[in-house]
């Protein structure tokens, strides 16, 4: 019977809406490994992310995407392999909005009615491996659904010790792991530090980026990502039918998501003296500008559509409004994909 707690990681204390992001900085912390958490939202490819459920633009959106595929390779853009293990029991997509179920359905003694989840054993051994190591482990759904880290066990107790950067930090009972509101088993850890440099590192990030916004990812759902993930959120505003709640969590991810691509491309600017850069400079200059018009932009909606009650995106003004200034993003996107392109190509010049 062992007991090992780690130092909570300070990626918790991160303010951000983009929670996976904040769950890699803390594994990435526990490294040794000195990086910015706008740093981690770039390289990571979540600094350019957008993910939107057609019609209602219902919660789930934004992480309804394939989180071993994604999030192992933002793992590997940072300069890490990884080990993951994922359990989804629901078939159905999307899974409940917690805002608005009953809240006798996001309670403890709600966790333990339901199914114990089949991969629970390979997922304590690979929590307690990894914390064995010192590296917290990046989870969904401890609390509520959004990401958090483990960073310590008690076996006598049969307990994690986990936290969140939305106001979770307690201990969870180990068969509770995978019973939350979704029901999906999913966690994370860092295996071993892989040889990298600045230029893959921003090659690879890059690439990631593109391929999310040309929509060629993989994407295991219904949910509409990248570039035509804007026609979809216009059509939802033309249609009517706005659930309030998710689309002003959609709007504040997003709009979070491109106020850290602007910082990334700043530090970078500022920070990446070598020489190789050089040529990419003022592109990389004319990213940060861009990509803060476009997080201007997202702000706006933002101040419209307020989480969590959302404001009235179906009330014909207001909606109006959105798809003007969707259709302003659209157009400063497209022109930062066209930026990406160009820099992609010199990086990748033999």
């Known amino acids: 019977m062992k007991k090992a707690v780690l130092e909570k990681p300070e990626a918790v204390n991160v303010h951000t809406w983009v929670t996976c992001a904040m769950a890699l900085a803390g594994m990435i912390e526990s490294t040794g490994k000195k990086m910015s958490f706008p740093m981690v939202m770039g390289l990571s490819g979540h600094a350019f992310r957008l993910t939107v459920l057609p ?80 590296h917290p482990v990046l989870a969904w759904d401890l609390f509520i659904p959004e990401f958090g880290l ?53 090659t690879q990030a890059i690439q990631a980026a593109l391929d999310h916004y040309r929509g060629s990812a993989h994407n ?12 979809a959120w216009q059509e939802a505003y033309q249609q009517g039918g706005i659930e309030p709640n998710g689309n002003a969590y959609t709007t504040a991810v997003a709009h979070d998501a491109r106020r850290y691509a602007a910082l990334f491309w700043a530090e970078i600017a500022d920070t990446w003296t070598d020489s190789a850069f050089d040529i990419i400079r003022p592109d990389i200059r004319e990213a940060a500008v861009r990509y803060e018009k476009i997080a201007g932009h997202f702000a706006e909606l933002c101040r419209i559509f307020p989480f969590p009650a959302g404001g009235e995106p179906n009330h014909p003004e207001y909606s109006q409004q959105a798809i003007a200034i969707l259709r302003a993003i659209e157009k400063e996107e497209q022109e930062a994909v066209r930026l990406l392109e160009k820099m992609l190509e010199t990086l990748t010049v033999k």
């Open 55 to 134: 019609g209602d633009i219902h919660i789930a959106g934004p992480t309804m995407f394939d989180f071993t595929e994604v999030l192992q390779r933002g793992l590997r853009n940072l300069g890490f392999a990884s080990n993951a293990l994922n359990e989804r029991k629901r078939s159905e997509y999307p899974s409940p909005n917690a805002n608005l179920v009953d809240p006798a359905l996001v309670t403890a003694d709600a966790r333990k009615k339901r199914e114990l989840a089949q991969t629970l054993p390979e997922a304590l051994e690979l929590i307690h491996h990894s914390i064995d190591r010192g």
């Open 150 to 202: 483990i960073y310590g066990y008690d076996d006598e107790k049969r307990q994690f010790y986990a936290a969140d950067n939305c106001g979770h930090d307690k201990t969870l009972a180990y068969e509770d792991l995978g019973r939350g509101l979704v029901e999906d088993l999913f966690v994370l850890s860092i295996r071993e530090a892989l040889p990298t440099d600045e230029r893959t590192m921003l």
């Open 220 to 231: 295991p759902c219904t949910a509409i990502h990248g570039l035509p993930a804007y026609t």
